[in-house]
């Protein structure tokens, strides 16, 4: 079946320190790869995307490279600051419009 | 636009109550889905609704649990009766048709049942 693993976390950074969220998925076919982000308080916002092998999602600062050799699509920013502090879902869509399998979360905490 | 809402934001319950959640999705948006994260474990799905029909309700974890969608508009995810392990984050999402990539997600509801 299709799923999705990523680092649990918790993650404690400094501010300005560079960011890498591991996520790995295993699915059939050719899925589409999402970075959702849920702020405290608020509900899951999408990240960032990327609907085909090779496509790098970018946004606010944060990349994830859809490598489909590796079955990964890993997080990274180079420089995290205080209000990125938040829980980081990597998500999986196995087909257009199907329901989204998600990762269990990383909690992410920036320290000033 | 307005985004997809939800409503209550947080509710808590009794074991053996009956709650009602209720999801408003984006305007025109003919597809609903429901998820729900238990215990800060990763975020499953429930069921997907196309226009007022169950297109998918796969995830639905026993009969306690209905969805409706009446009329294709809002949606509503009753529990009855609740038990312990219910609680945690229900989520709604809407998309606009069912090849969009895309889902936009609502802010969810606490459920908490003691």
């Known amino acids: 079946g299709n799923s999705v693993t990523q680092m649990e976390g918790p993650v404690t950074l400094s501010e300005e320190a560079f960011l890498t969220i591991n996520c790995t998925y295993t699915a059939t076919g050719y899925p589409s790869l999402f970075w959702y982000v849920q702020y405290p308080g608020e509900g899951l916002q999408l990240l960032l995307k990327?609907?085909?092998?090779?496509d790098k999602g970018s946004n606010k600062g944060f990349e994830a490279t859809y490598r489909k050799e590796t079955t990964s699509f890993h997080l990274e920013k180079g420089s995290v600051q205080v209000s990125d502090s938040a829980v980081y879902f990597c998500a999986l869509s196995p087909n257009y419009g199907q329901n989204f399998v998600f990762g269990p979360g990383t909690r992410l905490s920036v320290l000033p | 636009e307005a985004g997809v809402t939800q409503f209550p934001s947080h509710s808590v319950i009794e074991k053996g109550q009956t709650v009602t959640l209720r999801c408003d999705p984006i305007?025109?948006?003919?597809?609903l889905y429901w998820y729900r994260r238990v215990m800060g474990k990763e975020i499953k799905f429930l069921l997907h609704f196309v226009k007022e029909s169950k297109q998918d309700e796969s995830g639905m974890p026993n009969n306690r649990f209905l969805a409706e969608r009446t009329g294709g508009t809002y949606s509503t995810l009753k529990v009855q009766p609740a038990e312990l392990e219910d609680s945690g984050v229900y989520f709604c999402?809407?998309?606009?048709?069912?090849?969009?990539?895309?889902?936009?997600f609502g802010p969810g509801t606490r459920l908490t049942v003691t």
């Open positions: 999402a809407s998309s606009r048709f069912l090849g969009e990539v895309e889902q936009y």
């Open positions: 990327a609907t085909k092998a090779d």
């Open positions: 305007s025109g948006h003919d597809n």
